[in-house]
Every structure is written in structure tokens, then in C-alpha cells.
């Protein structure tokens, strides 16, 4: 069977096409050079079981004294995990002295690998990036067959520090007197590169501090107030690689200070600096006024949709108006937009006829409910268009104050000779004193870079009465919210709230928080669900589409969805059937299913532990998660 | 035996020179080609065999700890250390010494990892190593002798312990924490979880830190310093690999030929057969697509 060739549709082009070097011709070459035992790095989980059993099937016929050994080895780890018995490798490793391995394999198989390997009774394994991070298992000689690696963001050019983690696997101390990196050839090989990389500078680490919920709710409820919380913020790594920036630009402002000060010296005028700051904000914001002003309808009515066509918003496509569409997305003056018929169409800002103004879920199973409600009551809820005269009213008179207020900066007592050159200087100084206002507001945004977020967190917490914003204290509710370290506690902490958890069956349970503790985009495959647990789901969604709105009003990215295949899984493992039969019936990886319910088991853990504010729940959440947590999960 | 599976054709090169992989060659030097051998390499070319010369296992040598270990440990008792070496090259033999110090004077350490099947693995070492009674594991889902005076156990927990003391009002039972793999402070889900530790640790807490080799690693202990008001010393080790590395591409004929030229850009003839391979190999790739 051949090597699947799923790179070519979306790898990026490279200059460079070589064929692959099928992995039994590969393992054999290296062998002849004296270079095994080789860890291939393959980019998928699939291209690694399929090059281990390749490869492996060749192997089969030729000598190797270790096959007894291996299937010793192998055997003594059955009694410990029964669950390796019956591997569909197992014969592929005996046999062949070869193993695949990556996250799709349970646990205890990845380490019977490891320890075959250390044991110097594997020749080969092909095996996935994620090798290379963590577990500690080397061999001779390291493969790289591609100078990508897939990533969340798709296929992406590996980085230094990415390669150095995997020629960290090449040479075994004190079996090895030197390690070697082989560049394999493939269509997606590309030689210069590896060379480069491996020349290159380690990455720098790169912080990832953010705010959660989780760490604003325990920090505020130690220190007690924003301030303080801001305090701890501010001491992240983050925080410490903008201070460069932030001292650039302190020093940039006092040059312009000093410079604005000379000038005013030298002229003898005797106007602190923050005069000519004013005339540089009402300089400024009168030509704001002016340049904003809307001199056409046209403009004004550009304006104006620029402002209210947002998504989530239904508009009407042309004058007439009939034909809606639902605003995915907004470029500058562009729209793209879902319509009636379920399709997807991008036209220009102008093309907008009439905007509605409710704000949707931008969820397409949620689209025709909106499109209803306007077909109901579209004439109500239609926004009123802004006139010409409307948008130009009031103008005129603000600038005139603006005038006033400018003419007002230089000495009224002063002759008037003088005062035109106070005045002359103080307009000649605009540009240090634009720079200046610059440099403040740069300062500004930069030290709320990280503060921000907690504040926007702080609000959504407050919404939902984990949090009160005005008193900066945590309430009752979100004390317990702070003990429930989830990564999704918010919505936990809703389902809790609604009552909507204490009353379930255990496989519900099981069901539920697996729908929220899986990885958003997994298949777990497509077992039926009961009717109830799928109006549970249901219901949860409801929650969730309310949790996200107000994040997303506060500007906070939506959190992923929910996942049903999860919650299937989860409560089938939950009901009692085996391992194997799980596995058969989710056709899903070993690895993955593992993950989603130890994960799943964590969460009720934590759930467990809320037992002195919500006694049933934490009851039930124990009683799941002993369920759930059952070999080989544990 | 290692040498026994080299080959299923059964051509095993290196067998010919006898001694080569065991005792002759244990000098140290082995990254370097030695005249007297190359010549004797049977059908290779003389590229080919500088590549390949000094394959094998060396001679056993009794454990001496290496100077930057040595550096590590004796400035963990003033100071937070930030150990950068790659995987394999004895960071943690560093972590187990300076535990066996601490245990040993009856005080207290905590073991942080980033993932679960590390922390179980380390758990198992450490009880063998100290005594079972003496470790205990906390994980998300596993909570075993969590009085211990040595813990092992995820980031995660480690952070949630600090929350909660804090909020407590109480203090944290540890005079060391180990970070090990602190470089998923990068990570870009969970590395949020590693500064709060950080920055959450009282200062008398002593800190080690146990990184892969990152760029900026003094930026790094500076900021530690700066927000611990405890000096943080950078221990790299020198000459960055345990075991040397060379580098090699293998053509699509089986032959193998140095990655990296001379000047250690990449080897001229590599580039002139890849531009070949451009032209000649589209009729058969089409072929081998499918």
C-alpha cells in the first residue's frame, strides 16, 4: 500500500519535488550505512502507522534474533495493561522491530514502545512531531522527510527550535559516539531550509500570559482589589517585553518636552509646556470636525453603514429591500453575508439597503430564526437613516467654540503685536507637541495591553455574578468559580448555577461535560445519542450561546463549540461498555478517546470538589468520574 | 546485541575494521575522521566514509557529573538557577542531586511537569530513588502521599496550590520548585500557566528551572531576578550537545552524502543534484502520484 500523497493537496508549493523513499527502501539504506535505530518524523498519525506496517512487512522475512526477546518484553507488560494484548501493531513490532507512535496510541503503548526502544530492540519508529516534546527516548539517527509540520494553523515551515527538538533525539548517551540527522527525500523535502535551521539560533521563548477567569477570580479574591491585580499582571514576562518600547517612547516624549521648552525660553514667552499641548488637542480636533463632517448624503450615508452593518446584523441587499442576507463578516467596505437560501455572498458596503437592529447568532442553524423574525417585523426594527442636515448640524457651532477657546491660550492683557507672536510660536511648535500626544497615547495603549483583557474578563464576570465590577470583590458565587480550575469555568459555573447538573444521571453527566471537555474539532465518531441527553445538549448550547454573547460583546474571542460526538463517546464508556467495543463503535483513535475522557474525568473532579456549596452536585460529579476514570482511562 | 541487525542484506561495513565501534576509537574524538581508518573503509568514498567514521557505542565510562552541572548545584543554595541544555544531556540529574540535599536536611520540594505520563514516570523514579514514602504525586486526576515531602505533579496543580494559598492567607509548604520543560512557558495554551507560578512563588522559595535551549534565556532570568529580587543564574552547558550530531541527506539513489559543506551552508552537490532531480524525475513522479 502506498504512502498516502494528502500533502500534495495542501502543503505549500515548493521548488523542490523528489519522490518519496518508500519506508522499507528507506530503513534498509539506513541499515546499510550502520544507522539504525532511525525515528522517522512523518507529518500525520496515519502516514506513520501506514509506513510502520510497510516497513515492518518487509522486515519480516529477513534475520533478527531479537524477535523472541521483543515478545518477551511485550508479554510482560500485559498483565500491568491488558489493553496491548490484542494491538493491531503487535505483530508489526514483533515481528518486524518496528513501531509507529504519536498521540493517536494509548498511553501504555506509547511507553512499552519507549521502553522497547531503550532496550535497543526496535529498529525504527516513524513518528509524529510530538516525540520530539517531552518524553525522552533517542536513537541513533533522526529522519526528517519534510520541511513543514502541521500545525492548527495548517502546514507551516518547521522552526529552529521545533528541529533542535528533534535532533534532540539523535545520538543515545552512552551508546552513541556521535547522533546523525538525515534529510529524507519527498516531494515536500527541502534541503536548503533543513540546513539553515539547523545553523539558526535557538527561537526566543515568547510569553503566552493572558487573562482567564480562573486567575482573575483567584488573584482579585487574594489581593482584593483591581489595582493589585493589575499589579500581578503587570510583573508577567509580557508585560517586561514591552518596557522596552514603553522606555523608548518615555525618552521620545522628554526630548519633545525639552525641545518645546527651549523654544518657549528662547522666545522669552512665559506659557508652561501644557499650552501648547492644548492648542495642539483643539488643533487637532477642530480638524477632526472639519475632515469628519459628511459634505454629501452620500457620505453620510457611507458613514452610517459603516458604523451599524456588523455581524450578526440582517441587512437588505439593494434599495428595494426584500432579499436578506445575515453580516458574517466586514471588511472595510465590504459585506460578506449569509443568504435566505443558506448561501454565501460578498458585496460592496453600498450595496446595503436597509439594516435591522437586532444582533443575531451568526450561526448558520440559527440563521432562519432570524430571518423570520424580520420577515415579522422587519418594519419596526429597521434603523432610522441619518439625513444630511443632521449630520451637519451642530458642527458649526463646535467649531466656532474650538476658535475661541485657541484665541483664548495666549495672554488677553498682552499688546497685540505680542500676542500675534506668542501665537506664531506656539503654532510653530504643533509638530513636537503632536509627537508628544503620540508618544502619551502609544504609552497608554501599550501599558493597557495586558490589564485590558482582565477588565474585559472582569465585566463578563460581573455580568453573569461571579464578580461585582464597581466594589472590584468577588461574590459568593465566584468564590466557588475560583476553585473550579476547568478550562471552560464560566460555563460549568452557569450549568451549576441553573440547577441544570445535580439532578442528571450519571451517563448524562458523563455526557455533558465531555461535550465541553473534548477538543473542539475531533471526531469521536457517530454513536447514537438518547433523546435526553440530546435535549441536555440543548440546553447547554442555549447557555453557551449566552456565555459567548456576552464575551463577545466585551470583545473576548467566542469559545469553541461544544462537541456531540464527545458526549456520545463519553456516555456509551459511561453505560459500561468495554474498551474494545468503544473503540470499534467510535472508529475513533485510542489515543484521543483516552485524552477526551481523562480529561472528561478531571472535570468532574474539580465539580467533586465543590462539595460544600453544591453537595448533590460534587456527589454525583464523584461518582461519574469514578465511573469514567476506569482502566485503561486511569 | 546493537550490531547484530545493521543490515538485513547482511552488509554491515563497519564490521570489517575490528575494534572500530568498541574500544579503538574512544578517545572522544569521534567527530573528527582519522587518516589511518578512512583508508581502510572497503567500497565508500572518501566523503562517505569522513560521514560515517566513528559509528558505535563508546567505551563505558563511570559517571562524572559535568561542570555545568556541577555549577547549577552549588549556586541553588543562594540563588534561582535556569539550567538551558538539550534533552538527554543531564538536567535532571541536576533536579535529583539537589532534592537528595534537600530531603537529607528534612525540607521539602516540588516537581513540576508539564505533562501527565512525565509526571507519573518521574514519580516512579523518584520513589525508587528516595523511598515511596517520601514521594507523593498530584495530578488532575491522581492524588497519592500528597504530604510527601517531595511532590511531584503538573504545572497546573502546582499553580492551583499557590491560589490557593494565597487566598488562604497561607503559606506554600516548599522550599524548591523545579520546573522541568519550562520552556512550555511558550506554550501557547497552557504557557499562561507557567508565569503565574512563577510570578506567584514567594521569593524564599528557591527555583529551578530546566529548559530546552531557548534564545533568550538571559532575558529570561533577568525578568526572575527583577520580580524575585533573587539573583538568577543562567547555567548553560557547553558545547551544546551530550552527543555530537552530523548532518546528512539521503538522495533518492540510496546514496548518502554531508548535508552541510565545508563552510557549513549546505553541501554544493546536494543543491546541484536537487536541481537535476527538478527536470529528469517529473515524468515518474506523475507516475507515482496516483
Known amino acids: 500500500m502506498p504512502a498516502t500523497r494528502t500533502l500534495d493537496a495542501c502543503a505549500p508549493i515548493m521548488k523542490l519535488r523528489m519522490p518519496e523513499m518508500p519506508p522499507a527502501t528507506m530503513l534498509t539504506a539506513l541499515g546499510s550505512y550502520n544507522l539504525l535505530p532511525a525515528i522517522v518524523f512523518l507529518p500525520t498519525r496515519r502516514r506513520c502507522d501506514e509506513a510502520a506496517s510497510e516497513a515492518a512487512l518487509s522486515r519480516r522475512a529477513t534475520a533478527d534474533d531479537r524477535r523472541e526477546a521483543r515478545r518477551d518484553f511485550m508479554r510482560s507488560y500485559v498483565e500491568q495493561h491488558p489493553e496491548i494484548r490484542d494491538h493491531r501493531h503487535w505483530d508489526t513490532i514483533v515481528r518486524g522491530g518496528i513501531a509507529s507512535h504519536h498521540a493517536g496510541h494509548m498511553p501504555a503503548w506509547k511507553l512499552v514502545i519507549e521502553k522497547l526502544m531503550s532496550a535497543g530492540l526496535l529498529d525504527g519508529i516513524f513518528a509524529t512531531a510530538t516525540v520530539a516534546a517531552g518524553v525522552d527516548f533517542p536513537a541513533r539517527t533522526v ?16 522552526t529552529a527550535s521545533e528541529l533542535q527538538q528533534m535532533t534532540g533525539r539523535a545520538g543515545r548517551r552512552g551508546k552513541d559516539k556521535v547522533g546523525f540527522v538525515i534529510a529524507a527525500p519527498g516531494p515536500h523535502q527541502n ?123 440582517i441587512v437588505a441587499i439593494g434599495r428595494s429591500g426584500r432579499r436578506l442576507a445575515l453580516v458574517y463578516s466586514r471588511t472595510l467596505d465590504g459585506v460578506t453575508a449569509m443568504r435566505e437560501d443558506g448561501r454565501f455572498s460578498s458585496f460592496p458596503l453600498q450595496r446595503v439597503g436597509r439594516v435591522f437592529a437586532p444582533i443575531f447568532s451568526t450561526r448558520p442553524e440559527r440563521a432562519e430564526e432570524a430571518f423570520d423574525e424580520i420577515h415579522d417585523r422587519g418594519d419596526q426594527l429597521a434603523l432610522p437613516e441619518p439625513k444630511l442636515r443632521d449630520a451637519q448640524a451642530g458642527e458649526d457651532e463646535a467649531i466656532k467654540l474650538i476658535n475661541d477657546a485657541i484665541d483664548a491660550l495666549a495672554p488677553a492683557q498682552a499688546a497685540t503685536a505680542e500676542r500675534e507672536a506668542v501665537v506664531t510660536t506656539l503654532w510653530s511648535l504643533q509638530a513636537p507637541a503632536a509627537a508628544m500626544e503620540k508618544a502619551n497615547r502609544e504609552i497608554e495603549n501599550l501599558r493597557a495591553e495586558i490589564w485590558e483583557p482582565f477588565e474585559r474578563s472582569a465585566r463578563v464576570l460581573d455580568h453573569f455574578g461571579y464578580l461585582d465590577f464597581a466594589k472590584e470583590k468577588v461574590t459568593e ?65 442555549e447557555i453557551s450561546f449566552e456565555v459567548s454573547t456576552a464575551e463577545w460583546k466585551q470583545g473576548i474571542e467566542a469559545a469553541p463549540e461544544i462537541n456531540f460526538s464527545a458526549a456520545s463517546a463519553a456516555a456509551h464508556w459511561a453505560n459500561g461498555v468495554g474498551w474494545d467495543e468503544l473503540v470499534r463503535e467510535t472508529r475513533a483513535e485510542e489515543g484521543d478517546l483516552v485524552r477526551m475522557l481523562s480529561r472528561t474525568g478531571e472535570a468532574l473532579l474539580q465539580i467533586a470538589g465543590l462539595r460544600g456549596t453544591h453537595a448533590l452536585a460534587a456527589e454525583l460529579a464523584s461518582r461519574t468520574a469514578e465511573i469514567i476514570l476506569r482502566e485503561p482511562i486511569r | 546485541m546493537r550490531r547484530s541487525h545493521g543490515d538485513p542484506r547482511g552488509r554491515k561495513p563497519f564490521r570489517k575494521r575490528p575494534g572500530h565501534d568498541r574500544g579503538a576509537r574512544s578517545e572522544g574524538h569521534q567527530s573528527r575522521p582519522q587518516p589511518d581508518q578512512v583508508t581502510r573503509g572497503g567500497n565508500y568514498s572518501r566523503e562517505l566514509q569522513s560521514l560515517l567514521t566513528g559509528i558505535g557505542t563508546p567505551k563505558p565510562e563511570p559517571f562524572k557529573a559535568d561542570r555545568f552541572q556541577t555549577e547549577a548545584l552549588a549556586a541553588l543554595e543562594f540563588e534561582d538557577v535556569l539550567v538551558t541544555a538539550p534533552t538527554g544531556s543531564g538536567k535532571t540529574w541536576i533536579a535529583r542531586e539537589e532534592i537528595r540535599r534537600l530531603l537529607a536536611t528534612g525540607k521539602r520540594a516540588w516537581y513540576t511537569s508539564p505533562l501527565k505520563a512525565l509526571t507519573n514516570s518521574k514519580y516512579q523514579e523518584f520513589g525508587e530513588e528516595f523511598g515511596a514514602e517520601r514521594v507523593g504525586i498530584l495530578t488532575g486526576d491522581r492524588k497519592e502521599n500528597s504530604d510527601a515531602p517531595l511532590i511531584v505533579g503538573t504545572t497546573e496543580i502546582y499553580r492551583n496550590q499557590l491560589f490557593d494559598a494565597l487566598r488562604g492567607g497561607e503559606d506554600v509548604r516548599v522550599d524548591l520548585v523545579i520546573f522541568d520543560e519550562a520552556h512550555y512557558l511558550g506554550d501557547e495554551d497552557r504557557g499562561h500557566v507557567w508565569e503565574e507560578a512563577i510570578i506567584l512563588t514567594p521569593p524564599r522559595i528557591r527555583m529551578l528551572l530546566l529548559s530546552a535551549t531557548v534564545g533568550n534565556a538571559r532575558e529570561l532570568a533577568r525578568w526572575i531576578e527583577e520580580l524575585r529580587g533573587v539573583p538568577c543564574r543562567v547555567v548553560t552547558r557547553p558545547g551544546d550537545r551530550p552527543v555530537p550530531l552530523r548532518a546528512a541527506f539521503l538522495l533518492p539513489d540510496k546514496k548518502l552524502v554531508s548535508l552541510l559543506g565545508p563552510n557549513g551552508k549546505l553541501n554544493r552537490e546536494i543543491a546541484t543534484i536537487v536541481a537535476q532531480g527538478d527536470e529528469t524525475d517529473r515524468p515518474r513522479r506523475d507516475y507515482r502520484r496516483r
Do not use: C, M
Open chain 1, 477 to 541: 458565587r465566584g468564590k466557588w468559580l475560583a476553585d473550579l480550575r476547568v478550562d471552560r469555568p464560566l460555563l460549568i459555573g452557569e450549568v451549576l448555577q441553573r440547577n441544570l447538573f445535580a439532578s442528571l444521571e450519571a451517563t448524562h453527566a458523563a455526557a455533558l461535560i465531555a461535550a465541553l471537555a473534548a477538543d473542539e474539532d475531533r471526531d469521536y465518531g457517530e454513536l447514537e445519542l438518547e433523546d435526553a441527553i440530546v435535549s441536555l445538549l440543548i440546553k447547554f448550547e
Open chain 1, 143 to 158: 529522519v526528517i522527510t519534510v520541511a513543514d509540520r502541521r500545525t492548527n494553523r495548517g502546514w507551516e515551515s518547521l
Open chain 1, 191 to 313: 534541503p536548503q531550509r533543513i540546513a539553515e535551521l539547523l545553523a539558526a539560533p535557538p527561537d526566543d521563548l515568547e510569553s503566552q500570559f493572558r487573562a482567564t477567569y480562573t486567575s482573575l477570580l483567584n488573584l482579585l479574591d487574594a489581593f482584593g482589589s483591581f489595582a493589585q491585580v493589575r499589579d500581578i499582571a503587570e510583573r508577567s514576562f509580557a508585560f517586561r517585553n514591552l518596557l522596552p518600547r514603553i522606555h523608548h517612547l518615555e525618552k521620545q516624549r522628554e526630548a519633545n518636552v525639552n525641545q518645546i521648552r527651549a523654544e518657549l525660553q528662547l522666545k522669552a514667552i512665559n506659557l508652561p509646556v501644557e499650552s501648547v499641548l492644548a492648542l495642539e488637542r483643539l488643533a487637532s480636533a477642530r480638524s477632526r470636525l472639519l475632515e469628519g463632517t459628511p459634505q454629501t448624503r452620500r457620505e453620510v450615508r457611507q458613514q452610517w453603514l459603516n458604523k451599524v452593518v456588523q455581524p450578526g446584523r
